[in-house]
Nanobody, 122 residues
Framework: QLQASGGGLVQAGGSLGLSCACPRRTCSNNALGWFRQAPGKEREFVATIDWRGGSPNYASSVKGRFTISRDNAKNTAYLQMNSLEPEDTAVYYC?????????????????WGQGTLVTVSS
């Protein structure tokens, strides 16, 4: 029921914004996270935010370039990606945590969206 959108093709140095629509009954009291999976690689943590929209936490590879946020009134989470690099090319997934506090651990997330492809050209 999670629906991620906003992926596409962008040149290195450009920006892209992802959205994740999440039903209130699924997301309202839970942290949300973004993960990504590049071709031939394992899924990795990108960012997380708690149920109130606070305590953002980022992977070191995206810190300072990506911003996670959420609007509970709209039942939507966001990932703003700036200064994109070819290494950011991946399928990006949004996920709902099992708790109100976000973590970087894959196994702590209960529901997953279908993913949206981000391609960064050099």
């Amino acid at each position: 029921q999670l629906q991620a959108s906003g992926g596409g093709l962008v040149q290195a140095g450009g920006s892209l914004g992802l959205s994740c629509a999440c039903p209130r009954r699924t997301c309202s009291n839970n942290a949300l996270g973004w993960f990504r999976q590049a071709p031939g690689k394992e899924r990795e943590f990108v960012a997380t935010i708690d149920w109130r929209g606070g305590s953002p936490n980022y992977a070191s590879s995206v810190k300072g370039r990506f911003t996670i946020s959420r609007d509970n009134a709209k039942n939507t989470a966001y990932l703003q990606m700036n200064s994109l690099e070819p290494e950011d090319t991946a399928v990006y997934y949004c996920a709902v945590s099992r708790s109100s506090a976000g973590t970087s651990r894959f196994e702590d997330y209960r529901y997953w969206g279908q993913g949206t492809l981000v391609t960064v050209s050099s």
